[in-house]
C-alpha cells in the first residue's frame, strides 16, 4: 500500500501500480497524471470518492482500476473513455446507475457485487472482450437479452439479486462454466428446506463444548479455525468454519450454508459434524472433520492476468494415474451435488484439496446454488454448464502430467473427454454419470 505523502513528493514515480488505500481519499488526487505513462493498475478502494475526474482517459496506460468501498452512487461515465482498460472493480458501494457509456470497449472483467443495481444498459451486450462479470448482492430482476452476445462469458455472479428465474439464453453461452445464482426468489424456498431439513437431521453443538485453536483458513464468507470439541466421555480434534454476515463475490453466507447442508456425505466432500449453536455473538457456524494436513490446495486461484484460469506452481506435476485420480474423485463429488440438485458454481483446482496419494476433496461452497433435482431439463443444463469448469480441471491436470509410451491411448482418451466438456455447444456435453463412466474406463486402460 501507498501513501497520498509518497505520490506527492514524486515517490511513487515509474510505478506501474498503485495502491492508495484506506487513504481517506475525497477527491481523486490529481498527482497520479504525473504517472500517466507508466501507470497500468490502480486500486483506490476503501475512500470516500464519489466522483472520477472527466479526464481519466489521460492515464492511458492504466488497465485494472479498483474503487471499492467508496461511495460512488453511478458508475462513472469517464470509464468508457479509458482505451486501455479492461478490469473494473466497484464493489460495496452504492451504485444505482450504469450507463452505457461506462463501459470500456476492452472490457475483460467487472466487479459490481454489493451494490443497487436494479438494470443493467443493453449495451453492455457489446463488451465482446467480457469473461467474468460480478453482480451478486445487488437489485435485478432480469439479465439483459443483450448479453448472449457475450460469447467469451466464462463467470457469472448474480446471487443475492432479485431473479425469479433464469433466461434460457444464458445456458446456451458457449463458454459459460461458472454460474453463481443463489440467494434469489426463485431458489429461495429450496435454500429454507435445505435449512430447516439440517436442523432436524443435523446435531447442534454448543459452543461451550469448542475450545478454537489456531486458524486454518480464511475466506470471504467466513473464518475456519482447528478446535477441539470436548464430549462427555472425550474429546475429538475439528474444524470450525464461522460465517460473517457480510455479501461475499459468490453471494450471502446463509446460501452457502444451505448448500453445505444440502451436500450429504460423500467420501471426496468434508464431512459435516454439527452446527454451531448458543455462539455468544449468534453467529452461524458449521463443526467438520479436520482435514489432514498433509492435504495441500491443487493451484492457486485465478490472477489479475489469468481472469478465469487457475494458477498452478511451475514445479507441480502429476503422474498420469494420480491426475486420473485426482479427476475422479472431483467428477464424483461433482455428480453427487447435483444428484441433490447443488450445482457448485465454483468447481476450480483452487477449490479442490488433494494428498499426495491422489485424493481429492472437494470444498469451498461459496458460489454452490440449488435447483429442484426433479426439474430434468434444467437440472441437466446445470450440469452440461459445470461440465465445462471439469474441462477446464482435468485439461489443466493432463497438462502437467507426465505420460510414459504405454499410457499414451490413456491420455489421449482423457482428452477427448476434456474436449468434449469444453465443447462450445453445451448441449453436446457430457453429463456427469457419463463422465464417471469415461474416467472410470480410463482407470481400467491403465491397469491392463
Known sequence: ?????????????????VELTSSGLREFPEELFQLADDLEILD??????CALP??????HKLRILFCSDNQFTEL?????????????GFKANQIRQVSAQSLPKSLRWLTLTDNQISELPPEIGQCAQLQKLMLAGNRLRTLPASLAAC?????????ANELAHLPDWLFALPRLAWLAFAGNPLCADLEACALAHSAASLPDIAWSSLQLQEMLGQGASGVIHRAQQHGADASQAVAVKLFKGAMTSDGLPRSEMAACLGAGRHPQLIALLGQVSQHPQGAPGLVMALVNPTFQNLALPPSLDTCTRDVYPPERRFGLEMALRLAAGVASAAGHLHGRGIMHGDLYGHNTLYDSQGQALLGDFGAASLYAPTATDRGEKYQRLEARAFGVLLEELLERSDVPAPWADVAEHLRQLSARCLGECPADRPL??????TLAQATALLSR
Open 76 to 88: 462513472p461515465p469517464v470509464l468508457g473513455q479509458c482505451p486501455q482498460l479492461r478490469m473494473v
Open 54 to 59: 472527466d479526464g481519466l482517459a489521460r492515464l
Open 432 to 437: 456427469f454419470a457419463e463422465i464417471e463412466e
Open 1 to 17: 500500500m501507498h501513501t497520498l505523502e509518497q505520490l506527492r513528493s514524486g515517490a511513487l514515480a515509474g510505478l506501474a501500480r
Open 44 to 49: 483506490l478502494s476503501g475512500n470516500a470518492l
Open 151 to 159: 460469447q467469451r462469458l466464462e463467470l457469472l455472479r448474480v446471487a
